[in-house]
């Protein structure tokens, strides 16, 4: 499996240095509770806000069972509500009919079951390699669409007297959507006894399922950052996280070949 990632990973980046990014930025922020249940299980909750052009909030819950020292399954659900940012088709200062769509917000559903293996090397390296099936569920949702055309105005003479703009809307609907991936995350961690701070660095291939016969390369997703461990319970995480978006219409409308680089801040609880 490690493999396969870097072999992802490798055959990737001819693309990403030859292709024309469009560059996004914003601030991912998380907050999160776990609650272990013996040796083996584990209960969790986080919620997430995403302040990007397409942001988002997050509710989610997760349950883990621990098979030994190196291997881990979980599965969770999270409700999503993600704003989906206006479009404009057109230019309204030279163009005599445009477009637009104004913002709207629109809720999915998202549930995961997931594997991980997990080793520790040399005292100090944690080394962790996570396989996630994901299904997620959008309802059906109408919005609006509205064009505008631009009119010429004449007295009773029919002399010109200028243009007006006339607004046409248009009640649209976005049909339901199930999408599947599969997210493969490669995660080199330093994990010294007696060290509150824990450096980490991560690589994702997220790739659909959904697309007829074979898989598709929705995202790359790599990050790096620390996290900081105040004592037993409390822990908070700052790092930077970039995402190669090939085709991710989900999230946003005719999404190719965008780049979001976020700052993630984090904060978690453990019971």
């Not at 992802?8 to 999160?32: C, F, H, N, R």
């Not at 046409?168 to 995660?187: E, G, I, P």
């Not at 999230?251 to 965008?258: G, I, L, R």
Request: hydrophobic share 35%; proline share 3%.
């Amino acid at each position: 499996m490690k493999k396969k990632i870097l072999l992802i990973l490798v055959l990737l980046v001819p693309a990403m240095l030859k292709a024309q990014w469009t560059d996004e930025y914003g601030t991912w922020m998380s907050v999160g509770a776990k609650k272990n249940l013996g040796t083996k299980w584990s209960l969790g909750f986080e919620t997430e806000y995403r302040a990007q052009e397409s942001s988002r909030w997050a509710f989610g819950l997760d349950a883990g069972y621990k098979l030994n020292k190196l291997i881990k399954f979980g599965a969770g659900y999270s409700f999503l509500y993600s704003r989906r940012p206006e479009k404009l088709k057109g230019d309204p200062l030279e163009d005599d009919v445009y477009t637009q769509t104004p913002s709207y917000f629109y809720p999915r559903h998202r549930f995961t079951v997931e594997a991980t293996a997990d080793k520790r090397f040399w005292k100090w390296l944690r080394v962790s390699l996570r396989e996630r099936y994901q299904l997620t569920y959008r309802p059906e949702k109408d919005y609006s669409k509205i064009e505008y055309s631009k009119n010429p105005i004449f007295d009773d003479d029919w002399n010109y007297l200028g243009d007006e703009w006339v607004a046409d809307v248009t009640q649209k609907s976005k049909l339901s959507k199930t999408d599947q991936v599969l997210r493969s995350r490669l995660k080199l961690e330093v994990d010294k006894k007696h060290w509150k701070f824990s450096p980490f660095v991560s690589a994702e291939a997220i790739n659909s399922v959904s697309v007829g016969d074979h898989m598709c390369i929705d995202k790359v997703r790599t990050a790096i950052g620390t996290s900081y461990k105040l004592n037993k319970q409390h822990e908070f995480t700052l790092g930077y996280v970039l995402t190669y978006v090939f085709n991710d219409d989900d999230e946003k409308t005719d999404t190719y070949n965008n780049r979001i680089h976020a700052v993630s801040v984090g904060y978690n609880f453990k019971f």
